[in-house]
């Protein structure tokens, strides 16, 4: 086991290689050459399934579809209407009836001509999916956050591994351009030492609930299937609210509230910075409405709200200089000379991401956001969350993957999957 | 009280109610209370709760309570729940004694908390289940037996996996009990590695042999090189950047030798990826005698690998005649990271052709080296153009107030190219340094020729400051035509507000400055946040129109203030067939705004869009009025 687990430090080693050198490498002829100015043929395209077709999902799956060389095949979603809207929309795009439409997301993985998926289902189906296909021996790219609880994360992490598959989190602000620059100052010294590292969550206001809802009528298994919706959760008897995204979002069952929400981008984009991606920090505690965690070199990474520039940003720190960043594009930084000439674009599109995520699946590289690192960065925001559940200092050892002594904290760190499915 | 204050006062209100809701729920009843739950309780939702708080405390006393419900078919899962959580013996106890007695969907549940427990004991019951003719049971059991791992269940998987069902779920499995068993495996790895198992097993096969061989992988990896299977070389690719181990660079790097182009370019993948400078050597040679194409891998690999002792071979690369090398070339020196490599640059830009010499200037720049300002001041005054303006290059991008001066000098170049680099450094040193960078702009303003002065005159409105604009307002009457043209233009086009009196001067004169002046004060009165003194601007400016694009200016500026006083002015110019459409398409832009102001301005909006929908030149205009009628109601 030592073996296994500390070669996953080298294993980070290529990742944030990859990400840009993987299309600077002179391709020699290959069927499935990169980024073609034209279309490639249909056989020799990547067959796409898209597990989910809510708002993301259907946003993502433009952003495959935007590539020259991936195919939507089948789409997938347990609610009837998303689902034939999400089939009418890929057949118009491409003028063919050839996509299928499916409730069960399985006869997408038993399809041996389906080479990748893009999982955006709710939070709560994010590892147990992305396990089901690694095991069918797909290639995945997996929409934010990677999991509910942290074991299934690792458990996504070591079956990626295990089975040599390609897995990029949707954490796609490692791939856009003022993230990165902003990374880079970190990177390369000119903010000195790092000393804290500030990740804005989706807002205080999002009340992690637990609540079990009165049961209601349970829809036909066509207009929406509430069995498939839970997954591996915990049943209970079906209520309209659940599946809606505003309530599903704030339950400790579905998801990981505003951490998670907003943390597995900002937070992750904190670890990139704290160089950090095969760690993560050694305790974590409150401070007014902040949730902070302490690295070992110091750092802190400060879960909070209030910093400038749209969305998910983020400010990083050192003795030497800052930079803040954020969605809008916007970048300020301590000396501004730092900055240079240089303006961004707002927004945070997913096309370099997903691009990526395709030059790997055919170099077989570690993509940018790979399952390793996006398990370390969705660890920090869980043991945050406990932290939060629990209202006490918890100490974290990312070594063993574990609260050292804290048995009820040790608790939270798993949930039991619901039959069939297993982690 | 301040929205601010109320804001603050809900958000304390919403943590506090968050604080409690979380203790509630990982808090509760104690252990014994939640026991007598389980055992008397026939209410769903009770023993759902009860369930989930002994996955938060329960003990060893919980177990015979929870082991009765692991047979229930919505409360099974909520057992496990609570059972998989317990160090507890006899939690496992529980599980195995219930695989017999359970219906099917259970079993596979069952099964996958043995394996989350990793129970040893369990590695028999597994077995059996491996047979199970429910396939969701026998995976699950097949998973399990992975995960506990040991000599047991790696021969019970092996014996199972012989008869050839469920190939993949037994490979997974084998291959987590190997790599997380005690001891060594690599036959068993070896042997997953071949054809007769699916691409993800031997993939990952491929993975555990090198990662827990790794002295043995050079040749495992060489072997792969050499295959047919591209993907399989691909993978070969990844690990050689990731298996640990001092030594293995050289060894894999001395594989190079014997590749095919093919081979070594992703052999070079690999090699960048593993970032280790054990490697350079063989990669420096290959970058010298290699085919092309392995060449400009070979020097893309140094990006991560090479030292400052590359470069001058990279910079004879950037000023050679191969466009793709030097490409590939520059982008290596701009990515490489060890120490030295930005005074090598600056050295070996000294000696360089002026193209070259250029390139090495951009290269620091990108580089964000502290030394690339200070080496571009220096070539600031080279004798070629082509360096002069890749110098100015650097200046607009690192450039401060401090070196206005120098650039303000190259303004009266001779070389027009110098001349316009010079220019746009400038403007970006203005407008990043704003008020620092007025001193040398007015100085040498004073005593510019016309040329150098238009240009100094434009910088005055990136400054923007109040001194810039003072500085500013003589130049609008200059002698010079040119100086008088840019100064205007400027006005006309400046940031702030202040700007607006001495606009709205201009624009009552009938001189030739009048058009651009009311321009830029229609511009600036759009801007104005506050809205009466954005109507009072837009009436005066109203009242100086003499053409339909001055007409047109203000009517689209109308169109982005939904006010009582815009949707009277646009209306009178509704009939109007110079303006007409237009006015009819600011109104519309501001109708859906000003109709929700009160229940008046909602029916004179009414009014203006029934107007337009019936006289309006455009059928599109007419359409939108008339859909937006519709949405009013």
């Given at each position: 086991?030592?073996?296994?687990?500390?070669?996953?430090?080298?294993?980070?080693?290529?990742?944030?290689?990859?990400?840009?050198?993987?299309?600077?490498?002179?391709?020699?002829?290959?069927?499935?050459?990169?980024?073609?100015?034209?279309r490639a043929g249909a056989n020799s395209r990547l067959a796409l399934g898209v597990i989910g077709m809510g708002g993301r999902g259907v946003q993502v799956m433009h952003a495959f579809m935007a590539q020259p060389d991936v195919q939507v095949r089948a789409v997938c979603d347990v609610f009837g209407d998303r689902r034939a809207n999400a089939q009418a929309a890929v057949h118009q795009s491409y003028n063919d009836t050839d996509c299928s439409a499916h409730i069960d997301f399985r006869e997408i993985l038993d399809r041996e001509d389906i080479d990748i998926v893009l999982i955006a289902t709710g939070d709560n189906w994010h590892s147990g999916v992305s396990l089901c296909a690694a095991r069918a021996g797909k290639d995945i790219y997996c929409e934010k956050p990677m999991s509910v609880t942290l074991t299934e994360s690792r458990a996504v992490a070591d079956t990626m591994r295990r089975l040599g598959r390609v897995y990029q989190c949707g954490t796609q602000r490692r791939s856009i351009s003022h993230f990165r620059f902003a990374v880079r100052l970190?990177?390369?010294?000119?903010?000195?030492?790092?000393?804290?590292?500030?990740?804005?969550?989706?807002?205080?206001?999002?009340?992690?609930?637990?609540?079990?809802?009165?049961?209601?009528?349970?829809?036909?298994?066509?207009?929406?299937?509430?069995?498939?919706?839970?997954?591996?959760?915990?049943?209970?008897?079906?209520?309209?609210?659940?599946?809606?995204?505003?309530?599903?979002?704030?339950?400790?069952?579905?998801?990981?509230?505003?951490?998670?929400?907003?943390?597995?981008?900002?937070?992750?984009?904190?670890?990139?910075?704290?160089?950090?991606?095969?760690?993560?920090?050694?305790?974590?505690?409150?401070?007014?409405?902040?949730?902070?965690?302490?690295?070992?070199?110091?750092?802190?990474?400060?879960?909070?709200?209030?910093?400038?520039?749209?969305?998910?940003?983020?400010?990083?720190?050192?003795?030497?200089?800052?930079?803040?960043?954020?969605?809008?594009?916007?970048?300020?930084?301590?000396?501004?000379?730092?900055?240079?000439?240089?303006?961004?674009?707002?927004?945070?599109?997913?096309?370099?991401?997903?691009?990526?995520?395709?030059?790997?699946?055919?170099?077989?590289?570690?993509?940018?956001?790979?399952?390793?690192?996006?398990?370390?960065?969705?660890?920090?925001?869980?043991?945050?969350?406990?932290?939060?559940?629990?209202?006490?200092?918890?100490?974290?050892?990312?070594?063993?993957?574990?609260?050292?002594?804290?048995?009820?904290?040790?608790?939270?760190?798993?949930?039991?999957?619901?039959?069939?499915?297993?982690? | 009280?301040?929205?601010?204050?109320?804001?603050?006062?809900?958000?304390?209100?919403?943590?506090?109610?968050?604080?409690?809701?979380?203790?509630?729920?990982?808090?509760?009843?104690?252990?014994?209370?939640?026991?007598?739950?389980?055992?008397?309780?026939?209410?769903?939702?009770?023993?759902?709760?009860?369930?989930?708080?002994?996955?938060?405390?329960?003990?060893?006393?919980?177990?015979?309570?929870?082991?009765?419900?692991?047979?229930?078919?919505?409360?099974?899962?909520?057992?496990?729940?609570?059972?998989?959580?317990?160090?507890?013996?006899?939690?496992?106890?529980?599980?195995?004694?219930?695989?017999?007695?359970?219906?099917?969907?259970?079993?596979?549940?069952?099964?996958?908390?043995?394996?989350?427990?990793?129970?040893?004991?369990?590695?028999?019951?597994?077995?059996?289940?491996?047979?199970?003719?429910?396939?969701?049971?026998?995976?699950?059991?097949?998973?399990?037996?992975?995960?506990?791992?040991?000599?047991?269940?790696?021969?019970?998987?092996?014996?199972?996996?012989?008869?050839?069902?469920?190939?993949?779920?037994?490979?997974?499995?084998?291959?987590?009990?190997?790599?997380?068993?005690?001891?060594?495996?690599?036959?068993?790895?070896?042997?997953?590695?071949?054809?007769?198992?699916?691409?993800?097993?031997?993939?990952?096969?491929?993975?555990?042999?090198?990662?827990?061989?790794?002295?043995?992988?050079?040749?495992?990896?060489?072997?792969?090189?050499?295959?047919?299977?591209?993907?399989?070389?691909?993978?070969?690719?990844?690990?050689?950047?990731?298996?640990?181990?001092?030594?293995?660079?050289?060894?894999?790097?001395?594989?190079?030798?014997?590749?095919?182009?093919?081979?070594?370019?992703?052999?070079?993948?690999?090699?960048?990826?593993?970032?280790?400078?054990?490697?350079?050597?063989?990669?420096?040679?290959?970058?010298?005698?290699?085919?092309?194409?392995?060449?400009?891998?070979?020097?893309?690999?140094?990006?991560?690998?090479?030292?400052?002792?590359?470069?001058?071979?990279?910079?004879?690369?950037?000023?050679?005649?191969?466009?793709?090398?030097?490409?590939?070339?520059?982008?290596?020196?701009?990515?490489?990271?060890?120490?030295?490599?930005?005074?090598?640059?600056?050295?070996?830009?000294?000696?360089?052709?002026?193209?070259?010499?250029?390139?090495?200037?951009?290269?620091?720049?990108?580089?964000?080296?502290?030394?690339?300002?200070?080496?571009?001041?220096?070539?600031?005054?080279?004798?070629?153009?082509?360096?002069?303006?890749?110098?100015?290059?650097?200046?607009?991008?690192?450039?401060?107030?401090?070196?206005?001066?120098?650039?303000?000098?190259?303004?009266?170049?001779?070389?027009?190219?110098?001349?316009?680099?010079?220019?746009?450094?400038?403007?970006?040193?203005?407008?990043?340094?704003?008020?620092?960078?007025?001193?040398?702009?007015?100085?040498?303003?004073?005593?510019?020729?016309?040329?150098?002065?238009?240009?100094?005159?434009?910088?005055?409105?990136?400054?923007?400051?109040?001194?810039?604009?003072?500085?500013?307002?003589?130049?609008?009457?200059?002698?010079?035509?040119?100086?008088?043209?840019?100064?205007?233009?400027?006005?006309?086009?400046?940031?702030?507000?202040?700007?607006?009196?001495?606009?709205?001067?201009?624009?009552?004169?009938?001189?030739?400055?009048?058009?651009?002046?009311?321009?830029?004060?229609?511009?600036?009165?759009?801007?104005?946040?506050?809205?009466?003194?954005?109507?009072?601007?837009?009436?005066?400016?109203?009242?100086?129109?003499?053409?339909?694009?001055?007409?047109?200016?203000?009517?689209?500026?109308?169109?982005?203030?939904?006010?009582?006083?815009?949707?009277?002015?646009?209306?009178?110019?509704?009939?109007?067939?110079?303006?007409?459409?237009?006015?009819?398409?600011?109104?519309?832009?501001?109708?859906?705004?000003?109709?929700?102001?009160?229940?008046?301005?909602?029916?004179?909006?009414?009014?203006?869009?029934?107007?337009?929908?019936?006289?309006?030149?455009?059928?599109?205009?007419?359409?939108?009025?008339?859909?937006?009628?519709?949405?009013?109601?």
């Amino acid at each position: 086991m030592a073996t296994h687990k500390t070669s996953r430090r080298a294993f980070l080693r290529g990742a944030a290689a990859s990400a840009a050198g993987a299309a600077l490498f002179p391709n020699i002829v290959r069927a499935e050459t990169l980024g073609n100015a034209q279309r490639a043929g249909a056989n020799s395209r990547l067959a796409l399934g898209v597990i989910g077709m809510g708002g993301r999902g259907v946003q993502v799956m433009h952003a495959f579809m935007a590539q020259p060389d991936v195919q939507v095949r089948a789409v997938c979603d347990v609610f009837g209407d998303r689902r034939a809207n999400a089939q009418a929309a890929v057949h118009q795009s491409y003028n063919d009836t050839d996509c299928s439409a499916h409730i069960d997301f399985r006869e997408i993985l038993d399809r041996e001509d389906i080479d990748i998926v893009l999982i955006a289902t709710g939070d709560n189906w994010h590892s147990g999916v992305s396990l089901c296909a690694a095991r069918a021996g797909k290639d995945i790219y997996c929409e934010k956050p990677m999991s509910v609880t942290l074991t299934e994360s690792r458990a996504v992490a070591d079956t990626m591994r295990r089975l040599g598959r390609v897995y990029q989190c949707g954490t796609q602000r490692r791939s856009i351009s003022h993230f990165r620059f902003a990374v880079r100052l970190a990177h390369t010294g000119r903010l000195g030492n790092l000393t804290e590292l500030h990740a804005e969550e989706a807002g205080a206001f999002q009340v992690l609930n637990y609540d079990v809802l009165p049961q209601e009528p349970q829809p036909e298994r066509d207009v929406f299937d509430w069995d498939m919706w839970l997954g591996p959760a915990q049943w209970r008897p079906y209520n309209v609210e659940y599946p809606k995204r505003g309530y599903w979002s704030g339950h400790v069952d579905f998801s990981g509230g505003s951490i998670t929400e907003w943390g597995s981008h900002t937070g992750d984009i904190c670890q990139w910075a704290n160089q950090a991606d095969d760690t993560g920090p050694t305790k974590f505690w409150q401070e007014g409405d902040r949730y902070i965690g302490q690295y070992e070199n110091g750092a802190k990474l400060i879960l909070r709200t209030g910093l400038r520039f749209g969305t998910c940003p983020v400010k990083i720190v050192g003795d030497e200089g800052w930079v803040e960043t954020g969605d809008s594009g916007e970048i300020d930084a301590y000396p501004k000379s730092l900055l240079g000439d240089r303006l961004f674009e707002g927004g945070y599109p997913p096309d370099n991401h997903v691009r990526a995520f395709l030059d790997c699946v055919y170099t077989r590289q570690e993509p940018n956001a790979n399952a390793e690192i996006a398990h370390r960065s969705i660890s920090a925001c869980h043991v945050a969350n406990i932290c939060k559940r629990l209202g006490r200092e918890i100490a974290w050892d990312p070594a063993t993957e574990t609260c050292p002594g804290d048995e009820e904290a040790n608790r939270l760190l798993h949930r039991a999957y619901r039959e069939p499915w297993y982690l | 009280m301040s929205c601010t204050r109320l804001s603050a006062i809900a958000f304390f209100c919403c943590a506090a109610l968050f604080s409690a809701a979380a203790q509630a729920a990982d808090s509760g009843p104690p252990e014994p209370e939640l026991i007598a739950t389980l055992e008397t309780s026939t209410d769903w939702q009770a023993r759902y709760e009860a369930c989930y708080q002994l996955r938060r405390m329960g003990t060893a006393a919980s177990v015979p309570a929870l082991a009765k419900l692991l047979n229930d078919e919505h409360l099974s899962h909520m057992a496990r729940y609570a059972l998989e959580a317990m160090d507890a013996p006899e939690a496992g106890a529980a599980l195995r004694d219930a695989l017999g007695t359970v219906d099917a969907p259970r079993k596979a549940g069952i099964a996958s908390s043995l394996g989350v427990r990793r129970d040893n004991e369990a590695v028999g019951a597994l077995t059996a289940l491996t047979q199970d003719a429910d396939a969701a049971v026998a995976e699950s059991a097949i998973a399990a037996l992975g995960r506990i791992g040991g000599p047991e269940a790696i021969g019970a998987l092996l014996s199972g996996a012989a008869a050839g069902a469920h190939r993949m779920a037994y490979g997974d499995a084998l291959l987590d009990a190997g790599t997380n068993s005690p001891g060594k495996h690599w036959d068993l790895f070896k042997d997953l590695m071949s054809n007769t198992w699916p691409e993800p097993v031997r993939l990952g096969a491929f993975r555990a042999l090198a990662v827990s061989a790794p002295d043995h992988s050079p040749k495992l990896i060489g072997e792969v090189l050499s295959g047919d299977d591209v993907r399989m070389r691909d993978f070969a690719a990844q690990l050689v950047a990731e298996v640990p181990g001092k030594g293995l660079t050289r060894k894999y790097a001395a594989l190079l030798a014997n590749q095919p182009s093919e081979g070594a370019i992703t052999l070079l993948r690999g090699l960048a990826d593993r970032g280790d400078a054990q490697a350079r050597k063989a990669v420096l040679e290959l970058a010298k005698t290699g085919a092309p194409e392995v060449q400009l891998a070979a020097l893309q690999t140094l990006s991560s690998i090479g030292t400052a002792a590359d470069v001058p071979m990279l910079t004879a690369r950037i000023g050679g005649e191969a466009a793709d090398q030097a490409e590939y070339a520059r982008k290596s020196l701009a990515a490489l990271r060890t120490d030295g490599v930005d005074e090598a640059i600056v050295k070996a830009s000294k000696k360089s052709a002026p193209a070259t010499r250029a390139a090495l200037l951009e290269v620091l720049a990108e580089r964000g080296s502290s030394l690339a300002l200070p080496t571009a001041l220096e070539a600031l005054s080279a004798k070629d153009s082509v360096v002069r303006v890749a110098a100015f290059g650097t200046v607009s991008q690192l450039g401060t107030a401090s070196e206005a001066e120098a650039t303000i000098a190259a303004l009266a170049s001779e070389d027009e190219a110098t001349r316009e680099a010079a220019s746009k450094a400038l403007g970006r040193i203005c407008a990043r340094e704003q008020a620092a960078a007025l001193p040398p702009v007015q100085t040498a303003l004073a005593s510019a020729e016309p040329a150098t002065a238009a240009v100094l005159v434009r910088n005055l409105g990136r400054i923007g400051s109040a001194e810039a604009l003072a500085a500013l307002l003589p130049q609008v009457d200059s002698a010079q035509p040119d100086v008088a043209a840019a100064a205007l233009q400027t006005l006309s086009e400046w940031p702030g507000q202040e700007a607006r009196p001495h606009l709205l001067a201009l624009a009552k004169t009938d001189g030739p400055a009048r058009e651009s002046a009311l321009k830029g004060f229609v511009r600036l009165a759009r801007a104005e946040t506050d809205a009466p003194a954005k109507i009072a601007a837009l009436q005066e400016a109203a009242a100086l129109t003499k053409s339909k694009q001055d007409r047109w200016q203000v009517i689209a500026a109308w169109g982005t203030l939904p006010d009582p006083a815009a949707l009277t002015a646009l209306t009178a110019d509704l009939s109007d067939a110079e303006v007409g459409n237009e006015a009819a398409s600011a109104l519309i832009n501001i109708a859906t705004e000003l109709a929700k102001r009160d229940e008046e301005s909602k029916q004179a909006v009414k009014a203006a869009l029934e107007t337009i929908a019936t006289q309006a030149e455009s059928q599109a205009v007419r359409d939108r009025a008339a859909k937006l009628q519709a949405d009013l109601g």
